[in-house]
């Protein structure tokens, strides 16, 4: 079985590197970024399972991102 891709978008490193560890250890494919600009082009070159989104992030914020 092929395992779920998630990513996550967080500007807090800290967060999105303790998550990703996590994730990785649970049998899950994460990759983290640490803006939505970011965000966008990386779900531009391939699709996830699930995107963990922050809403409140300096420059583009998550709505932005999301809409």
Not at 24 to 38: I, K
């Amino acid at each position: 079985m092929q395992s779920k891709r998630i990513l996550l978008v967080d500007d807090e490193v800290d967060f999105t590197t303790s998550l990703s560890r996590l994730l990785l250890h649970r049998g899950y494919e994460a990759e983290a970024v640490n803006d939505g600009r970011s965000a966008l082009r990386r779900l531009a070159e391939g699709p996830f399972d699930a995107v963990v989104l922050d809403l409140k992030m300096p420059g583009m914020d998550g709505i932005t991102t999301f809409g």
